[in-house]
């Protein structure tokens, strides 16, 4: 079982950064895909970025393309994201969570995704 907690969400203005980290329990963290997704008040839950279990490849959301980065570090157990150029749009809770190598959807989809952190807040302003 995998344990996730988000941190480092915070109040920016506008062309703002914030680095979120996302860290977790468990010895099998380093065997699995990890995603971003967030949710803005009134709307669904929304992929923002993945990273496979060697950080080989990623994935990202068209709205964040360019402006995110994620990576993680199997030795500390954590994974990271990296919001440049912040917009109020970005507003958000932010979380993490851990790809379930069995369940149907793709890397973009939330249903492929079992263990979920409890989120971080996001707050852009313009």
């Known amino acids: 079982q995998v344990q996730l907690v988000e941190s480092g969400g915070g109040l920016v203005q506008a062309g703002g950064s914030l680095r979120l980290s996302c860290a977790a329990s468990?010895?099998?963290?380093?065997?699995?895909?990890m995603g971003w997704f967030r949710q803005a008040p009134g709307k669904e839950r929304a992929f923002v970025a993945a990273?496979?279990?060697?950080?080989?490849?990623?994935y990202y959301g068209d709205s964040v393309k360019g402006r995110f980065t994620n990576s993680r570090d199997n030795a500390n157990n954590a994974v990271y994201l990296q919001m440049n150029s912040l917009k109020p749009e970005d507003t958000a809770v932010y979380y993490c969570?851990?790809?379930?190598?069995?369940?149907?959807?793709?890397?973009?989809?939330?249903?492929?995704?079992?263990?979920w952190g409890q989120g971080t807040q996001v707050t852009v302003s313009s």
């Open positions: 468990g010895r099998t963290f380093s065997s699995y895909t």
């Open positions: 969570a851990r790809r379930d190598p069995a369940a149907f959807g793709t890397v973009f989809s939330s249903v492929a995704y079992r263990n």
């Open positions: 990273i496979t279990w060697s950080g080989g490849n990623t």
